[in-house]
């Protein structure tokens, strides 16, 4: 056996069997007297780890069912779903990236969901309901929600001794809190890193201003003059010296890992707090909501899902098990407690509270302004639109070449504007 003991090959089939799947099924819809479901979901090998765990346990309490999984990087994953789509050979239950959400739907991936007896909507008000349907239709299910927050070092802010402004401060009041600490703080901290690509922070100002990212009939629903806004407000900030300069922050996208030692606070997801505070043990964070601008429109603050999905094409015979691994996903509080809450604060109201029980103190912090947001007045938020995979690439780019002088807020924001309208263009 090539060298191996009996040992030792056991151990390598077992390997291979996880890497296979968490049943020993092969391919089709019914296998050793079960039903085969294919599960496709990206992240990192903690989440792998943490889903597949999750998965076997839901297995396990339904011996009918047998998941196959289908994990990868998030790039990775959209490539792989791009090349099943066009073989019509999508996984049965799927995630969906942000910015594929209407290209999906365009292609007719997604199955009506209302439809399942085994996927429970009870616990959800009509206007829950409403906020998840896609064209009129409730074809994909969130399972958690993301608002933007501006996350901050409490200990910095401690060691530093300053007080942040009050939580109802306006975007100048915090630019101006942030040029003077990054200015007069004895640690030689700036305020923040650098980037104008924050895409929910650039969704909030625009809904503050009475604008939409997108509008309901699928095209940018920004102006110019609220996208050289956006650009000018962080432009001013790093001539300030308020933020990083690319070369301190070693390019766009900083590497929390690197910036974290050398900033007081950063915008961002408000569940990044989970495992980003894991890499700074020694420093307790701590999440507030985005700036206000003065007369902000009603309801413009707003929530985000991520989502799975059914494929359309699934076998009629396997739709009742696929709505139970749906509904254990989105209704079931013990798939939240082995997989955490990475993906976000759960959508279904009995599982958010149920979740205070176990969360930890980060996943309380992330819990808690998720709650004020839920609470709050929201205008309908609308998806990206097909032809606007690379809106946020487009998006870094210009602010790169803002603040490396070679272009003004003006063309670069006509010049990002121009880029996002030929792409929809192109799809219609």
Known sequence: ??????????????????????????????????????????GNNIR??????????????????????????????????????AARDVADIFW???????????????????????????????????????????????FGIFIPVIRYNETFAKEDDVDLPPADADWDAWAA?????????PNKRKGMPYEPDADMQFEAWLRQRGEQLWTEDGKAGFTLDSTRAWFD???????????????EQEGMGPDWALVGKKTLAKVG??????????MFPDYRFKLRAMPVAP?????????????????????????AAAGKVVNYNTNNVAMIKTVGLTMGAP??????????????????????????????????RFEAPPGTSTWRTAMARVAEEIALGRVSTADGSKRFLDEVQAGIARTR
Not at 6 to 31: D, H, I, M, V, Y
Not at 106 to 118: G, Q
Not at 177 to 185: E, Q
Not at 269 to 278: G, V, W
């Open 48 to 85: 792998q780890q943490n889903y597949t765990k999750a998965l076997k346990e839901f297995s396990a309490k339904n011996p009918g069912i047998l998941i196959e999984p289908e994990f990868a990087e998030y790039t990775a994953f959209q490539e792989r779903m791009t090349t099943q789509m």
């Open 269 to 278: 997801n408000s569940n990044h707090i989970i495992d980003d505070a894991k």
């Open 295 to 319: 007369g902000a429109q009603a309801g413009h603050q707003y929530l985000y899902y991520p989502r799975m999905a059914i494929y359309q094409g699934i076998d009629d015979d396997k739709l």
């Open 177 to 185: 809190f942030l040029i003077d600490y990054a200015k007069n703080n």
């Open 1 to 42: 056996m090539s060298g191996l003991d009996r040992r030792g090959f056991l151990k390598l089939a077992a390997a291979g069997a996880l890497g296979a799947g968490l049943s020993a099924c092969g391919g089709g819809s019914e296998s050793g007297g079960g039903t085969a479901l294919r599960y496709a979901w990206w």
């Open 233 to 247: 407000w962080w432009d001013k900030l790093l001539k300030a010296g308020a933020v990083l300069t690319l070369s």
């Open 96 to 142: 969906i990236a942000s910015a594929q959400v209407l290209t999906y739907h365009k292609s007719k991936l997604y199955r009506r969901l209302d439809d399942i007896p085994s996927l429970s909507l009870a616990d959800y008000s009509k206007q829950d309901l409403e906020s998840f349907k896609l064209g009129g239709e409730l074809n994909t299910m969130p």
């Open 347 to 380: 959508v279904n109201p009995k599982v958010f509270q149920q979740s205070y029980e176990f969360a930890g103190q980060d996943e309380k912090e992330m819990l808690t302004v998720v709650q004020a947001a839920r609470e709050a007045e929201r205008k309908p």
